[in-house]
């Protein structure tokens, strides 16, 4: 079975910063990966996903995401923050049969 | 508004109620699903509803009841719930995913969500 661990709960930046929001999983097969957000009083939106092909996945509002294999790693980036970035953001991991989320990373952005 | 409605976005009952909660979607999708949200705890799979039937019942208790007329609403019915059934309930859609094997499209090409409904169990 496959799990997901988000190493930061929160993460504060300041606006304009960069910032990395860091997703590890664990899977014995092939699997999907994607990142959702949510903002204050919302469902979750997907962000981006890694089906196959190139490990650098872009999404929208500027995010990005790289697929590394061999360090089991989704890791999450953007290179500057705005204030609307701020929301809470999943990693999730699938296999096809069954898909399992982290436990979320509260992105703040400060002024 | 992303074309999964859910509603009411929220709803106090009492541990004697009964209630429901209502989706719908117009996206041409044939699988529903059914998350619950509490805080501090990792988004937890209730039912999974693939072209109308359930195809997943991940050991919910009695007192929630899915149901799925047709591949465009689904609902949730509430009885006799605790207070820690307190939680964000979240629908979600998504088109199949026909690989001659198991899954259902969200697990591969990501679901589309509604915006919740934050239920308090009194």
């Known amino acids: 079975a496959q799990s997901v661990t988000q190493l930061d709960s929160q993460v504060p930046v300041f606006e304009e910063a960069p910032v990395e929001l860091r997703c590890n999983y664990s899977?014995?097969?092939?699997?999907?990966l994607f990142w959702y957000v949510q903002y204050p009083n919302q469902g979750l939106q997907l962000l981006l996903k890694?089906?196959?092909?190139?490990?650098l996945v872009k999404g929208i509002n500027g995010f990005e995401a790289e697929f590394n294999k061999s360090q089991t790693s989704f890791h999450l980036r953007k290179p500057s923050v705005h204030i609307s970035d701020t929301a809470e953001y999943f990693c999730a991991v699938s296999d096809a049969e069954r898909l399992v989320f982290g436990k979320g990373t509260k992105l703040t952005v400060n002024p | 508004e992303t074309g999964v409605t859910q509603t009411p976005r929220h709803l106090v009952m009492g541990m004697t109620n009964k209630k429901s909660l209502k989706c719908e979607q117009h996206l041409g999708h044939n699988a529903m699903y059914w998350y619950k949200q509490s805080a501090k705890k990792p988004l937890e799979l209730m039912f999974v509803?693939?072209?109308?039937?359930?195809?997943e019942n991940n050991s919910v208790p009695s007192r929630f009841s899915p149901e799925c007329p047709n591949s465009s609403h689904l609902f949730l019915h509430l009885h006799t719930l605790q207070p820690e059934d307190s939680a964000l309930y979240l629908c979600?859609?998504?088109?199949?995913?026909?690989?001659?094997?198991?899954?259902?499209?969200?697990?591969?090409?990501?679901?589309?969500f509604g915006s919740g409904t934050r239920l308090t169990v009194v």
């Open positions: 979600a859609s998504s088109p199949p995913f026909n690989s001659g094997g198991g899954g259902t499209g969200g697990f591969v090409y990501g679901y589309t």
């Open positions: 899977s014995s097969v092939s699997v999907y």
């Open positions: 509803y693939n072209f109308k039937e359930q195809t």
């Open positions: 890694y089906l196959s092909g190139s490990t």
